[in-house]
């Protein structure tokens, strides 16, 4: 009886309303999105930089022969005891896990396997590529004042910190991030305003009957909830929408530069994401609804 | 039943206050008429028992209960023992009469069956059997007024507010109006009407109050409109 009635309230209200609902399904939608992409590129950074910070090592160049850098100019390139002696150094930091040497053929080995610098392999040879050192950090974070205690070092041409090349792609997507949540706040302001709006038109809408179910004793919670279900409906309809606009945007977009993220972004993920965007949206929706209504329909 | 006791109300924004000072006593079962002319206080007074505005000083007692102390979540249980008519009926124009009784059951939860019950019983005591499948706009004001005064003792109210219920009816459907008040009151419940209409009044030889200025100027038993008439 009681939800009957309610029920048979909530869809007078929304079909008299129409074009409203149907504005509060889309802000909510677009707000919720939104903020479900700032959330998934959030979960996908920070699987990265967990992947990635493990990885990160220090490339120590050495001077070759006649080499370009200033540290190298008018010095011979080191010996193989200079060599030596150089790891042992390296090995001797405390924040140094594992020193490997890498010579030159190693390197144009390497450098020759990789699929993107076929172009290059015209022009460069072994002897173009410098000796080097890799060095495994016991600390990712330490990376950069092992670089800077190393950078004196005689026979050393330049240390190349990966660290900084994958803060700069990091800064990127954290740059994303923070527009797509901020783009979701403007959103889910827009989207409780309308909400707000949509439920005063509605309760004036009904002015007459509410006036009646004041007058003869009905509870506030009897004469509210149908405008809160309201809210709540347009608000539940918006998220199932936002919902498929997330999982299209896994499906293309996420799953499509996958190749360069080497972490998979999982359903399980998604699934929370939607999850936590519904609940928002509902909770929204809720909230102003109970303050709209707080202000229009008073005992 | 209804009890108020050196009640003043002053509205925001006005100097004079609606109600100055105003005691009275409505037993059970009473029939009172408010007179008195336009702002004479008769309106704010039937807002203060249903707890629509609250007095700047003074207590009112409604059904035993002190409404200062009455908390706002218990204000609609006071409500549901307080039937209300207008002089513009209030009725939905959506809904037949049969609706538009029912409905003040339904809003505050009583089960189908009991609905099915009550509300033909009550269109029968309003003399509108046969037209409970009628459109508001389908009745005539008599009629239309009938119906809100079903809805408004459908739930068998302790006390019935009438405000200027014959304000919009014609003298002789007037008569038909006040019968059925007079048969609401018969079933035990206190009615309270303010009305202007001076042949109503003196026709039903009921206890008068008279209003002047927000004061009570004469509470008469078996009283007429007024001398002056």
Redesign the interface.
């Given at each position: 009886?009681?939800a009957n009635?309610i029920f048979s309230e909530v869809w007078i209200g929304l079909r008299r309303n129409l074009t409203m609902t149907i504005a509060v399904v889309v802000t909510v939608a677009v707000g919720m999105a939104l903020l479900g992409i700032g959330l998934m590129i959030n979960s996908q950074v920070s699987k990265m930089t967990n992947y990635w910070t493990d990885k990160v090592e220090l490339s120590v160049f050495l001077c070759q022969k006649d080499s370009a850098f200033e540290s190298c100019k008018g010095k011979p390139p080191l010996t193989t005891a200079q060599k030596t002696q150089l790891q042992q150094t390296i090995e001797g930091l405390p924040e140094v896990a594992k020193v490997e040497y890498e010579d030159q053929k190693a390197a144009y080995e390497k450098f020759r396997r990789q699929p993107n610098n076929k172009v290059f392999l015209t022009v460069i040879q072994a002897g173009d590529l410098p000796d080097s050192f890799r060095v495994k950090l016991k600390d990712p974070d330490k990376s950069q004042a092992v670089a800077n205690s190393l950078s004196g070092q005689t026979g050393i041409a330049n240390i190349v910190n990966q660290r900084e090349i994958l803060d700069t792609q990091f800064g990127f997507l954290g740059k994303l991030q923070w527009m797509a949540l901020g783009v979701a706040i403007i959103m889910v302001i827009a989207a409780t305003l309308l909400i707000a709006n949509t439920v005063r038109l509605s309760a004036y809408n009904r002015r007459?009957?509410t006036?009646?179910?004041?007058?003869?004793?009905?509870?506030?919670l009897?004469?509210q909830l149908p405008f809160v279900m309201e809210g709540v409906i347009a608000g539940l309809i918006g998220g199932v929408c936002a919902a498929v606009l997330l999982i299209i945007t896994k499906i293309l977009i996420f799953d499509g530069i996958q190749a360069y993220m080497a972490v998979p972004l999982g359903w399980d993920t998604l699934a929370g994401v939607i999850t936590f965007t519904m609940v928002v949206g509902v909770v929204i929706c809720i909230l102003a609804s109970f303050v709209t209504l707080r202000r229009y329909l008073r005992? | 039943m209804i009890h108020f006791d050196n009640v003043t109300k002053v509205y925001a924004n006005q100097n004079r206050p609606a109600l100055d000072h105003v005691s009275v006593d409505v037993d059970k079962g009473e029939f009172v008429f408010l007179v008195g002319p336009s702002g004479s206080g008769k309106s704010t007074f039937l807002r203060l028992v249903?707890k629509e505005e609250r007095p700047n000083s003074g207590t009112i007692h409604v059904a035993g209960k002190d409404l200062s102390r009455l908390s706002?979540?218990k204000?609609?249980?006071?409500?549901?023992?307080?039937g209300?008519v207008f002089q513009d009926f209030?009725l939905?124009p959506k809904k037949n009469v049969y609706e538009n009784v029912a409905?003040?059951l339904?809003?505050?939860?009583?089960?189908?069956r009991f609905i099915r019950k009550v509300v033909p019983e009550v269109i029968e005591l309003v003399g509108l059997e046969g037209k409970a499948h009628r459109m508001p706009e389908e009745l005539s004001g008599g009629e239309q007024q009938r119906v809100a005064m079903a809805?408004?003792f459908v739930?068998r109210p302790m006390i019935l507010l009438a405000d200027e219920p014959t304000g919009n009816i014609d003298p002789a459907t007037s008569i038909g109006i006040m019968k059925v008040l007079d048969r609401i009151n018969r079933t035990g419940t206190t009615v309270l009407m303010a009305t202007h209409d001076a042949a109503i009044v003196d026709s039903m030889r009921k206890r008068v109050v008279e209003l002047e200025d927000g004061k009570i100027v004469r509470d008469q038993s078996r009283g007429v409109y007024g001398q002056a008439y």
């Open positions: 009886m009681r009635f007459r009957e006036g009646i179910m004041r007058l003869v004793g009905a509870s506030n009897y004469i005992v | 249903l706002n979540f204000v609609p249980h006071l409500r549901r023992r307080i209300c209030r939905l409905f003040a339904e809003v505050i939860g009583k089960p189908r809805r408004a739930n």
